[in-house]
């Protein structure tokens, strides 16, 4: 990168959206901070960013030649904000386009998968990040975090399934790569964190770093899925519990370097970011 490019940071207020505009900033790179609320970001411009209003994206997008994608939460069919969106950005001259999608979400899969399967044919520089479950689900602001701090529960349908959970710290590092890199990735990165563990793990490791016991009630997935439906609408509802299913079935027990190998040093295990964030989280 140039001193003179430009990143476009959307959900910048957000979980990795927040942490690579810092890690970007730090690394002396410019940055437009995108937020529906325009939220002020040290370091960076603040621009006003809603998926749902189109009259917001050409002010966002102007003077940027990158940008790093989070698509509108809880919509299962984003490719149909998402995909007007880049055409517009690759016409005012964004270059290189980078998303956040899922481990769960194969390329041409549901939600993100589509816009995944359209990115290349967009840009000649990409790539989609595909992050395994976050561990900050259950340290930051998630249900399942509400949960252990409210009532000491984790609740999920994923049964005795390992998932390779990966620390937000690493995906915004692999983004930041991906985004200022002299060569973009132009492919899918798997990302996880060092191990597999399942969802009683985390329940231990919770317990044993807080001294508060935490434990893990599995449910059937219709139960899941009508626990969820009173949150959010019903199709996103079933796909989330789903993925949870899948995890039971063994899905997400797996690791990769991929962290490793973009960054030059190895991802967090649970129980380093667990001590790191609960501290800063009292």
């Known amino acids: 990168?140039?001193?003179?490019?430009?990143?476009?940071?959307?959900?910048?207020?957000?979980?990795?959206?927040?942490r690579t505009a810092a890690q970007l900033i730090a690394a002396g790179h410019r940055v437009k901070a995108a937020s529906r609320h325009a939220t002020p970001v040290p370091g960076a411009e603040s621009v006003r960013f809603d998926w749902n209003d189109p009259a917001s994206h050409a002010a966002a997008l102007g003077g940027a030649d990158r940008v790093y994608l989070i698509p509108p939460?809880?919509?299962?069919?984003?490719?149909?904000?998402?995909?007007?969106?880049?055409?517009?950005?690759?016409?005012?001259?964004?270059?290189?386009?980078v998303l956040l999608?899922?481990?769960?979400?194969?390329e041409g899969g549901p939600a993100v998968g589509a816009v995944h399967q359209a990115l290349p044919g967009l840009f000649d520089e990409w790539a989609v990040l595909r992050p395994s479950w976050f561990m900050q689900n259950f340290t930051g602001n998630h249900a399942h975090?509400?949960?252990?701090?409210?009532?000491?529960?984790?609740?999920?349908?994923?049964?005795?399934?390992?998932?390779?959970?990966?620390?937000?710290?690493?995906?915004?590092?692999?983004?930041?790569?991906?985004?200022?890199?002299?060569?973009?990735?132009?492919?899918?990165?798997?990302?996880?964190?060092?191990?597999?563990?399942s969802h009683d793990d985390i329940a231990t490791i919770i317990t044993d770093v807080t001294g508060r016991p935490v434990v893990h009630h599995?449910?059937?997935?219709?139960?899941?899925?009508d626990r969820l439906t009173a949150l959010m609408p019903l199709e996103f509802a079933e796909m989330?519990?789903?993925?949870?299913?899948?995890?039971?079935?063994?899905?997400?027990?797996?690791?990769?370097?991929?962290?490793?190998?973009?960054?030059?040093?190895?991802s967090q295990s649970f129980r380093a970011v667990a001590e790191r964030e609960?501290?800063?989280?009292g």
């Open 1 to 18: 990168m140039t001193a003179t490019d430009t990143t476009l940071v959307i959900g910048a207020t957000g979980t990795t959206g927040s």
């Open 73 to 97: 939460l809880g919509d299962a069919d984003p490719a149909s904000v998402m995909l007007p969106f880049l055409r517009q950005a690759r016409t005012v001259g964004v270059h290189r386009a």
């Open 101 to 106: 999608s899922s481990s769960a979400i194969p």
């Open 145 to 197: 975090a509400q949960n252990i701090r409210a009532n000491g529960t984790i609740q999920t349908a994923a049964g005795t399934g390992r998932v390779g959970f990966v620390d937000a710290d690493d995906i915004a590092a692999v983004a930041v790569r991906a985004l200022t890199g002299d060569q973009a990735p132009n492919t899918d990165l798997l990302l996880t964190g060092p191990e597999a563990l």
């Open 218 to 225: 599995r449910l059937a997935f219709e139960q899941m899925r």
């Open 240 to 266: 989330l519990a789903g993925m949870d299913r899948a995890i039971a079935e063994g899905a997400e027990d797996r690791t990769t370097d991929t962290v490793q190998r973009l960054t030059g040093r190895p």
């Open 278 to 281: 609960m501290a800063r989280n």
